[in-house]
């Protein structure tokens, strides 16, 4: 598939990965910002660039791979590319728990999408043959599964309200968000791996050898996080300095944690913001400005990051 127009949702769709990836770590250490420069640029050296075997790989992988089904899914319903429709296999009659109904409307054809995003993503690893292409081809699989199993039926009643005489019914996608979700709880509990030779090919086994092995839809990685407390280009992380970061919490967004047992800053900002909105008919939103004085605590800086400060080296 190298049709231009088909090539603008693949590049829909790696926007989307990117705002949910940003929505769903926003408060933690690791905020998926080197996947955002990554991501500007194009997919393919986005792709070959996150070449590391982390569980933040696993998940940059997976969902992209679902943003890139999703967009392209969509794109095929809503009449936006030639190559693609409606689900023509959802056609005629059919039966579920509330009784018999008729394929109608327009059915994603979400088998289409996920074959672009197969086609177009998992091309950069068919040809590496290594750990990390059999890591990454699993969770780009992953992140297809995951978009299609957040279907949903919706149906609409012909005839007399009340008895629903006649039903027709299609299936969308979901939206988007419940994917991002269900991939970060994944991510959360992602399996480390290790990759072996088999006789024919390479396979996935759970370096403790007494867990169950990694199911279809589970993230999987080949080697521990850096350091996301501290700033370094060799692996992509930003540090956590400056980070805004919240006092009251005990979670991982929590000063404490966030900011690496470092400390925070304390400044008092004034912020403007839309408040009050009201719908007047018809059709416009008018809100007031509201403004509002409030702490902000940011995450202090690692040492010798700022000003130099002396370092004492204990030797105990
Ligand atoms: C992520 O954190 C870095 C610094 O730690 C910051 O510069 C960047 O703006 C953050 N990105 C987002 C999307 O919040
Ligand atoms: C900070 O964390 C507390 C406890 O988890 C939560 O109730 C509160 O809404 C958070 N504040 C902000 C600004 O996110």
Redo the contacts with the bound molecule.
Sequence with gaps: VSHPKIMVRVRDGAQTAISECQFQFKNDRWNCSTADKLFQKSVTEQIRLVRSSSREAAFAHAITSAAVTYEVTRACSRGHLIECSCDGRKRGSSKDNTGKFEWGGCSDDVQFGMSVAEEFIDANEIAQHDGRAIMNLHNNRAGRKTVKAFKKRKCKCHGATDTCPLRTCWEELDEFRLTGNYLKRKYDGAVRVTVRQGSREMTLHTTVSSHKPPTKRDLVYLEDSPNYCIRSEATGSLGTSGREC?L????I?GCALLCCGRGHDTSRVTRTRKCNCRFHFCCEIRCKLCTETLDVYTCKPELGQEEPTRQTVSSS
Excluded: E, F, H, R
């Design positions: 919240n009251t919490s005990k979670g967004d």
